[in-house]
């Protein structure tokens, strides 16, 4: 059985910083390509970033780029996101999701984590 599991979500001020993770089990971690996604309020589902199996790739919403990151550690089974200089619109639910083929740039994913709050105040 797969399971995502987010971690690091929370309250923090304007122009702070939070680091996601997610840790997966289940599935053969380094054979897939792993993706950041967001829902705030009244909003639809929102691509952040994607990483692929190696972590030599990753492709950021382009709204995104310069501040967010994504990483990840096969060894540890883990994809990270580093989120710097936030801001209030970028609250949200963020969700962490697995796939094994298709363009890193694709939406559709596999499996899904039950997601992480982030509240950034002003």
């Known amino acids: 059985q797969v399971q995502l599991v987010e971690s690091g979500g929370g309250l923090v001020q304007a122009g702070g910083s939070l680091r996601l993770s997610c840790a997966a089990s289940?599935?053969?971690?380094?054979?897939?390509?792993m993706g950041w996604f967001r829902q705030a309020p009244g909003k639809e589902r929102e691509f952040v970033a994607a990483?692929?199996?190696?972590?030599?790739?990753?492709y950021s919403a382009e709204s995104l780029k310069g501040r967010f990151t994504i990483s990840r550690a096969n060894a540890k089974n883990t994809v990270y996101l580093q989120m710097n200089s936030l801001k209030p619109e970028d609250t949200a639910v963020y969700y962490c999701?697995?796939?094994?083929?298709?363009?890193?740039?694709?939406?559709?994913?596999?499996?899904w984590g039950q997601g992480t709050q982030v509240t950034v105040s002003s």
């Open positions: 289940g599935l053969t971690f380094g054979s897939y390509t």
């Open positions: 999701a697995a796939k094994s083929s298709g363009f890193l740039w694709g939406t559709t994913y596999d499996h």
């Open positions: 990483i692929n199996w190696s972590g030599n790739t990753a």
